[in-house]
């Protein structure tokens, strides 16, 4: 490795000397993002808004293959729709933004830059359900909303973020708290496949749950500093906005009923996931599936056989490319190919092809994986075929690393100092009892910052023994973590 390329790999911090720098080191030298003018916003750069355009997809065939369709309604919300649920606007209130003029005039009602649809959304559905004939309403939209962040970081946290809200209404709580699981199962189906990253499914506290909201159910992941994130959310809204807005139905026994209501999302805080799970001291790792560039093509060309490797890259290029790989090929002269090498590594590209005059002469070409930096030599009549598979096990083994990662840092005691002891040295996932009561939910967190992830579906038939806090007797087996 040259000086060149030593320095180059240099400009981004080590993880274990600054995560927080190595996070942003990451997602600025990646060109994923760049820093608005207005404090807390962002700017999605090409390759960042590639790599969420592919989430986006994978995710909105699975959320149509539900039966859901998609719709949008306003960014402006009136200050009297948002007031009719106190819940729902005292969970709001410290990040609303409001309009107050439009041009020079003072409005005559403040509008809400949207922070969540329900309460728009609510208004509709009363004009359009009268009956249940009319059931269920299956809508999602995608869109951007707001939320004044006091503290921001890229992707995680940030004033303006785009995301996906499934809005649903049905007639009766079965339906309602069937589809609330079902849309659970679609994000962990979605972030663990495509995502490759593993999460732990579980219902809310009440202390946790969404302002407004009966229950919510969320999925939770580990980064690879120990910290938790949540990474999607379900909520069974019960009839409680369909009692604010007057949302009713005749059912078929004549009787006039309120619908039952869910809601569901996740955000661009996805990609922070990706990355935090995923990326390494020399940069990104993204996952094949999502990935806006799955190959990078590197002629290696000295200058007596540049013509002849251009030549045939060329061809390989348009071949790969015509299969359906995402695939980019990199033949700028005034970079060497070690430097390119850096380069693509840092973007995460999920597998490097390398051709030179003596892979020519062989009749192949030398493939390394970002995952796990192996080589292999491969016939070029063979790539078509070959590099499909590699792909799926790259896939596969991005996905299983992380989940060994998250197996390794899941803890489990009923010894409170020990609690303490791990959650400051070690962190990660904590599995503990619990009684129930937020007073012990809100000590802890008090004491240790962490805070109750959800209540793992998996862990529920085990025994919980004594809440962590208290010493009383356990209702449940829960998820503590520090968590962003």
Same mark, same amino acid.
């Given at each position: 490795?040259?000086?060149?390329?030593?320095?180059?790999?240099?400009?981004?911090?080590?993880?274990?000397?600054?995560?927080?720098?190595?996070?942003l080191?990451v997602v600025?030298?990646?060109?994923?993002?760049?820093?608005?003018?207005?404090?807390?916003?962002?700017?999605?750069?090409?390759?960042?808004?590639?790599?969420?355009?592919?989430?986006?997809?994978?995710?909105?065939?699975?959320?149509?293959?539900?039966?859901?369709?998609?719709?949008?309604?306003?960014?402006?919300?009136?200050?009297?729709l948002?007031?009719?649920?106190?819940?729902?606007?005292?969970?709001?209130?410290?990040?609303?933004?409001?309009?107050?003029?439009?041009?020079?005039?003072?409005?005559?009602?403040?509008?809400?830059?949207?922070?969540?649809?329900?309460?728009?959304?609510?208004e509709?559905?009363?004009?359009?359900?009268?009956?249940?004939?009319?059931?269920?309403?299956?809508?999602?939209?995608?869109?951007?909303?707001?939320?004044?962040?006091?503290?921001?970081?890229?992707?995680?946290?940030?004033?303006?973020?785009?995301?996906?809200?499934?809005?649903?209404?049905?007639?009766?709580?079965?339906?309602?708290e069937?589809?609330?699981?079902?849309?659970?199962?679609?994000?962990r189906?979605?972030?663990?496949?495509?995502?490759?990253?593993?999460?732990?499914?579980?219902?809310?506290?009440?202390?946790?749950?969404?302002?407004?909201?009966?229950?919510?159910?969320? =999925? !939770?992941?580990l980064?690879? @500093?120990?910290? %938790?994130? $949540? *990474?999607?959310?379900?909520?069974?809204?019960?009839?409680?906005?369909?009692?604010?807005?007057?949302?009713?139905?005749?059912?078929?026994d004549?009787?006039?009923?309120?619908?039952?209501?869910?809601?569901?999302?996740?955000?661009?805080?996805?990609?922070?996931?990706?990355?935090?799970?995923?990326?390494?001291?020399?940069?990104?790792?993204?996952?094949?599936?999502?990935?806006?560039?799955?190959?990078?093509?590197?002629?290696?060309?000295?200058?007596?056989?540049?013509?002849?490797?251009?030549?045939?890259?060329?061809?390989?290029?348009?071949?790969?490319?015509?299969?359906?790989?995402?695939?980019?090929?990199?033949?700028?002269e005034?970079?060497?190919?070690?430097?390119?090498?850096?380069?693509?590594?840092?973007?995460?590209?999920?597998?490097? =092809? !390398?051709?030179?005059?003596r @892979?020519?002469? %062989?009749? $192949? *070409?030398?493939?390394?994986?970002?995952?796990?930096?192996?080589?292999?030599?491969?016939?070029?009549?063979?790539?078509?075929?070959?590099?499909?598979?590699?792909?799926?096990?790259?896939?596969?083994?991005?996905?299983?690393?992380?989940?060994?990662f998250?197996?390794?840092?899941?803890?489990?005691?009923?010894?409170?100092?020990?609690?303490?002891?791990?959650?400051?040295?070690?962190?990660?996932?904590?599995?503990?009892?619990?009684?129930?009561?937020?007073?012990?939910?809100?000590?802890?967190?008090?004491?240790?910052?962490?805070?109750?992830?959800?209540?793992?579906?998996?862990?529920?038939?085990?025994?919980p023994?004594?809440?962590?806090?208290?010493?009383?007797?356990?209702?449940?087996?829960?998820?503590?973590?520090?968590?962003y």
């Open positions: 490795m040259g000086k060149q390329d030593k320095e180059f790999v240099k400009e981004i911090t080590p993880r274990s000397q600054d995560y927080s720098q190595w996070y080191d600025l030298k990646a060109q994923m993002m760049d820093y608005a003018p207005v404090k807390g916003c962002m700017v999605i750069r090409p390759y960042g808004y590639a790599l969420w355009e592919n989430m986006q997809q994978g995710l909105d065939r699975r959320i149509k293959d539900t039966g859901h369709q998609n719709a949008y309604f306003p960014l402006f919300i009136p200050e009297s948002l007031q009719k649920e106190a819940d729902h606007v005292e969970g709001f209130a410290p990040e609303v933004a409001w309009v107050t003029h439009g041009g020079n005039e003072k409005l005559t009602e403040r509008l809400v830059v949207r922070p969540t649809s329900e309460t728009i959304i609510c509709m559905y009363s004009r359009w359900i009268q009956s249940y004939r009319d059931l269920p309403v299956l809508i999602n939209q995608w869109c951007n909303v707001v939320r004044w962040e006091k503290v921001t970081r890229p992707f995680l946290r940030t004033t303006e973020f785009l995301w996906q809200e499934g809005h649903t209404a049905h007639r009766n709580e079965e339906e309602a069937e589809e609330t699981r079902k849309m659970l199962e679609v994000y189906d979605f972030v663990e496949n495509d995502l490759a990253v593993p999460v732990i499914c579980g219902q809310k506290t009440e202390k946790e749950k969404f302002a407004g909201a009966l229950r919510t159910y969320s =999925i !939770e992941a980064m690879s @500093d120990g910290k %938790a994130l $949540q *990474a999607g959310t379900s909520h069974n809204l019960g009839t409680h906005f369909a009692k604010v807005f007057d949302i009713t139905y005749l059912d078929s004549g009787e006039l009923k309120y619908v039952w209501q869910t809601s569901w999302g996740v955000t661009t805080r996805l990609i922070g996931a990706i990355i935090m799970v995923h990326g390494d001291d020399r940069g990104l790792m993204l996952p094949p599936k999502v990935a806006p560039i799955q190959a990078i093509l590197i002629p290696i060309t000295p200058k007596k056989a540049r013509k002849q490797v251009l030549s045939k890259a060329a061809e390989i290029f348009a071949v790969l490319k015509e299969s359906g790989l995402r695939i980019e090929m990199d033949d700028r005034e970079y060497s190919p070690g430097w390119k090498f850096n380069e693509w590594e840092m973007k995460g590209v999920p597998l490097r =092809i !390398e051709l030179g005059p @892979d020519l002469e %062989a009749g $192949q *070409a030398v493939l390394v994986r970002r995952d796990n930096g192996e080589k292999e030599t491969v016939a070029l009549s063979e790539l078509t075929q070959y590099i499909p598979v590699l792909l799926e096990k790259i896939q596969t083994n991005m996905y299983q690393k992380a989940k060994q998250m197996e390794e840092n899941t803890h489990r005691t009923d010894d409170y100092q020990e609690f303490k002891q791990i959650m400051e040295e070690k962190r990660g996932f904590l599995v503990a009892g619990w009684c129930g009561c937020v007073e012990c939910e809100n000590a802890v967190k008090e004491e240790t910052k962490a805070t109750i992830r959800n209540i793992p579906f998996h862990l529920q038939q085990e025994d023994g004594r809440c962590i806090y208290c010493g009383q007797d356990g209702k449940h087996l829960v998820i503590f973590a520090r968590a």
